[in-house]
């Protein structure tokens, strides 16, 4: 069965891209998602939310924040010995990474399919996903948002990612892949390299390098041009 998305949501983005797959288990971004849509959608009016709207324009939605925000960070089990280090993005920072989604998604799509390295890419915002007919049944039809409706509307958002990717979902696959198994009939020798440790390394000015190169990045910082990686790097 096929359900639609809106793809003009882009506060989805909240349930799916800017957080962790693994989180805590008293964790979940719903009632942060819930309230973010009541503060885009509501009226200076309607007083009934505007503590929503209140708290929002202090912590959430504060543009002229100088201050950095702290992700918080924990831990989880990597394998039976070790564990690995996680952060959850401040919520306001999900904030943002919503609104950036928003504004530039088609750049964000054209720049991440360039590559010819990438075994796995978005390329377009989601319109629709596919579940097994016997495994929920949920209605087509989008409802004006409302409370009343948030568990339909939750499921939705929640059972897709906010991208539609090329590409393999997991590693796994490309080992099983036809494009594998034909690399191995045509090179005797693989290199492999664990890039695990490098994550730490990579910060926001970085992507603005691998978008302009480093020296345009550097040139146009000081000159406050809000391209792409300038946004993110803000």
């Known amino acids: 069965m096929k359900i639609k998305l809106d793809k003009k949501d ?3 983005s909240i349930l799916t891209d800017t957080s962790p797959s693994d989180v805590p288990s008293i964790f979940s971004n719903e ?38 925000l702290v992700p918080f960070k924990y831990k989880i089990y990597k394998d039976g010995k070790s564990l690995r ?22 750049i964000l799509n054209n ?19 596919c579940i097994k007919s016997d495994a929920r049944s949920v209605s087509n039809d989008y409802k004006i948002f409302d409370v009343d409706t948030i568990d339909s509307e939750l499921y939705k958002r929640t059972a897709s990612s906010y991208f539609a990717y090329k590409g393999v979902t997991r590693l796994y696959k490309l080992y099983n892949s036809s494009r594998y198994i ?47 990686s300038e946004k993110i790097d803000s």
């Open 10 to 12: 882009y506060l989805r």
């Open 31 to 68: 009632g942060f998602y819930i309230n973010s849509k009541i503060y885009d959608l509501c009226d200076d009016e309607v007083e009934s939310y505007s503590y929503i709207k209140e708290i929002f324009e202090e912590y959430i939605n504060d543009k002229g924040r100088v201050s950095a």
């Open 85 to 106: 280090g996680l952060s959850l993005l401040h919520p306001s920072s999900q904030f943002q990474i919503a609104n950036l989604y928003k504004e530039y998604s088609p």
């Open 111 to 129: 720049l991440c399919t360039k590559s010819k390295f990438s075994i796995r890419a978005p390329v377009k915002v989601s319109n629709s996903f």
């Open 182 to 228: 034909d690399l191995e009939k045509k090179y005797s020798n693989m290199w492999m390299l664990d890039i695990s440790n490098c994550f730490n390394s990579i910060y926001t000015h970085s992507i603005g390098w691998a978008i302009n190169n480093k020296e345009y990045s550097k040139f146009y910082a000081s000159k406050r041009v809000f391209h792409i």
